[in-house]
Structures are given as structure tokens and as C-alpha cells.
């Protein structure tokens, strides 16, 4: 069955330093969202990509974190410096079409010390 | 105010019970409303979706939105404990996408 792939899938890391998230969607899939789950919170969209453009990046905090699809398929969310308040499941999902189609990947946990 | 207000429990249930969570909604243009079922350290899966009003029925799981009152609503019948799980309501309009915060539900055996 195909599934949207992420790693790492835990990741510690010191604040200020940098840290980076894969993920690679189901063959086929134009439309890639990245979201931000904070413990005990819901998924928060941070970005997405229809291909390889930003459609909706108004939630992510660009002084910090950048994201890339460069050639359409898999994508990267960079956090350049992390932070203490960065901690949370970092989820890729993708879709045929809209938010109703898409599938989510199983997340990075992310832990800044 | 959050756009999606979701009561987070924790629910507990005995086995065979009939469930009911519920959302409620500010953004009078959301048109599409979904749920979604979360296992621990697991990403989200979607149960199913309603476009505007009206219910809709999956098995045991029936969705229904009440757009005059703002109002989402879950019902799982004859609930399993593989249902334990966190759930997650969410709507949307125009890639303008909002989740609640989930309510965290253990069946009991």
C-alpha cells in the first residue's frame, strides 16, 4: 500500500542548531502540505506545495524555517536556528487533490534541549 | 478564539457503547468538514468528510454538521476497543485549513 514517507522519524536536537525533515509523498501526488502538531494540540498548516510551488506558506515562520520541493516529488522543512518552543510532531501529507484526499505521513517527533 | 474548539476529554467508554464527540466552528465559510482518527505517535487518518449540512454514514461512523449552529458531530456505534485513539475534527475552505485539538477516547474491554 502506498504511504507518504518521512525521516528521521524521532530527532533530538540542541537549540540554535539546525535541523532538517524529509519527506517523500505517494507516486502521483501534486499537492504536498507540511503541519506542525504540538503535544495535545491539532496539526497546524505550515506550507503548501502544488509541485514544486508554494501555494500557502502564511503560517510558517520564515525568519526560521524554510521549505523546498525542488523538483516536484520529495520535499525538506528546514529549522535554522531551532528552538526551545520548536518541539512538536513535524507531519507531511499529499494529494491527488485537496485537503479530503490527502494522507498523512507518520511524523517526525522533534525534541529541542 | 480558536476557529475549531474541540473538547479534549479524555473519554472512556465500555465496549458496545455509543460514542459522541463533537466540534464547534467560528469561520462561517468553512464548506468542508472531516474527521480524522489519530493512534498514538501515528499521523492522522481520514474517516471521512462532509461538504456543508447534512450526515453522513461509514459503517459504524456517522459524521453529521449542523452549518446554522456551527456545530460537528461524530458518532461511533458499537464502539471496539482498536477505537481507542485520539479524533480530530477539522474544516476548511479555500486551503484555509483548521483542526481542533482532538478528544482522546479509550474503549474498555
Known amino acids: 500500500e502506498a504511504e507518504v514517507a518521512q525521516s528521521p522519524r524521532y530527532k533530538i536536537t540542541e537549540k540554535s542548531q539546525a535541523v532538517a525533515f524529509w519527506c517523500d509523498p505517494i507516486?502521483?501526488?501534486?499537492?504536498l502540505y507540511w503541519y506542525r502538531q504540538i503535544l495535545g494540540q491539532g496539526p497546524e498548516l505550515l506550507v503548501q506545495?502544488?509541485?514544486?510551488?508554494?501555494?500557502?506558506d502564511s503560517q510558517l515562520p520564515k525568519d526560521r524555517f524554510s521549505a523546498e520541493r525542488l523538483k516536484g516529488v520529495d520535499s525538506t522543512l528546514k529549522i535554522q536556528p531551532a528552538e526551545l518552543g520548536d518541539s512538536a510532531m513535524y507531519l507531511c501529507?499529499?494529494?491527488?487533490?485537496?485537503?479530503?484526499?490527502?494522507?498523512f505521513g507518520q511524523g517526525t517527533r522533534l525534541t529541542v534541549v | 478564539q480558536k476557529e475549531v474548539e474541540q473538547d479534549p476529554g479524555p473519554l472512556s467508554v465500555p465496549e458496545g457503547a455509543i460514542v459522541s464527540l463533537n466540534c464547534t466552528y467560528s469561520?462561517?465559510?468553512?464548506?468542508?468538514f472531516m474527521w480524522y482518527r489519530q493512534y498514538s505517535r501515528k499521523g492522522p487518518e481520514l474517516l471521512m468528510y462532509?461538504?456543508?449540512?447534512g450526515n453522513k454514514e461509514d459503517g459504524r461512523f456517522t459524521a453529521q454538521v449542523d452549518k446554522s449552529s456551527k456545530y460537528i458531530s461524530l458518532f461511533i456505534r458499537d464502539s471496539q476497543p482498536s477505537d481507542s485513539a485520539t479524533y480530530l475534527c477539522?474544516?476548511?475552505?479555500?486551503?484555509?485549513?483548521?483542526f481542533g485539538a482532538g478528544t482522546r477516547l479509550t474503549v474498555k474491554p
Open positions: 501529507a499529499s494529494s491527488l487533490g485537496g485537503h479530503t484526499e490527502a494522507f
Open positions: 507516486s502521483g501526488h501534486a499537492t
Open positions: 506545495f502544488q509541485d514544486e510551488s508554494v501555494v500557502d
Open positions: 469561520n462561517s465559510a468553512f464548506q468542508y
Open positions: 462532509t461538504y456543508s449540512s
Open positions: 477539522a474544516s476548511y475552505n479555500n486551503n484555509d485549513m483548521r
